[in-house]
Antibody
Framework: EVQLLESGGGLVQPGGSLRLSCAASGFTFSNYAMTWVRQAPGKGLEWVSAISVTSVDTFYADSVKGRFTISRDNSKNTLYLRMSSLRAEDTAIYYC????????????????WGQGTLVTVSS | QSALTQPRSVSGSPGQSVTISCTGTSSDVGVYNYVSWYQQHPGKAPKLMIYDVSKRPSGVPDRFSGSNSGNTASLTISGLHAEDEADYFCCSYAGSYTFVLFGGGTKLTVL
């Protein structure tokens, strides 16, 4: 059974930094592209970032480009999202998700999701 | 780039069919056959229901079907069940620059 377990969320001040982790199990992590999607309270889903199996290719939404960094450690079956210069509008539940494909594009066939970790940016 | 456009809400009675539309542009829905649909119950993670416009993952009932025409994709749910009541989000690949867009979501109410 595929399991994705996010951690690292919490309360952070504007301008601060946070690193999210996603521990994967139940599948060969190194064979699949991975994606972060977020959802602000009471709002819709927003794609954040995607990474290829080898980490060579990474993609970001304009809203986080230059502030967030996606990475992965295939030896640890773990996906990361380093977030810096955080803003109030970054407040959301952050979901880690597995793609059906190994290719990073088109990154829209997300067949497994974690339960999410809440990030709150507030002073 | 703006999100894909979905109706805020739709409703239907048990056994009826409903269709949720997802309107994009010639830069996303209209050019790529990479549209997916997600179901989300309150407090839960999204679940993939349709990918590549019309394909169903294993375990998704065949009451769920997808299609597209021009710049608009559609999700049709036939024979509504009470448990289908949820939020539904469409998602499309949008090329190597914008990459991925989600729709704003549609709340399905089963009357």
């Amino acid at each position: 059974e595929v399991q994705l377990l996010e951690s690292g969320g919490g309360l952070v001040q504007p301008g601060g930094s946070l690193r999210l982790s996603c521990a994967a199990s139940g599948f060969t992590f190194s064979n699949y592209a991975m994606t972060w999607v977020r959802q602000a309270p009471g709002k819709g889903l927003e794609w954040v970032s995607a990474i290829s199996v080898t980490s060579v290719d990474t993609f970001y939404a304009d809203s986080v480009k230059g502030r967030f960094t996606i990475s992965r450690d295939n030896s640890k079956n773990t996906l990361y999202l380093r977030m810096s210069s955080l803003r109030a509008e970054d407040t959301a539940i952050y979901y880690c998700s597995k793609d059906r494909r190994s290719a990073v594009a088109p990154a829209v066939s997300l067949d497994s999701w974690g339960q999410g970790t809440l990030v709150t940016v507030s002073s | 780039q703006s999100a894909l456009t979905q109706p805020r809400s739709v409703s239907g009675s048990p056994g009826q069919s409903v269709t949720i539309s997802c309107t994009g542009t010639s830069s996303d829905v209209g050019v790529y056959n990479y549209v997916s649909w997600y179901q989300q119950h309150p407090g839960k993670a999204p679940k993939l229901m349709i990918y590549d416009v019309s394909k169903r993952p294993s375990g998704v009932p065949d009451r769920f079907s997808g299609s597209n025409s021009g710049n608009t994709a559609s999700l049709t749910i036939s024979g509504l069940h009470a448990e289908d009541e949820a939020d539904y989000f469409c998602c499309s690949y949008a090329g190597s620059y914008t990459f991925v867009l989600f729709g704003g979501g549609t709340k399905l109410t089963v009357l």
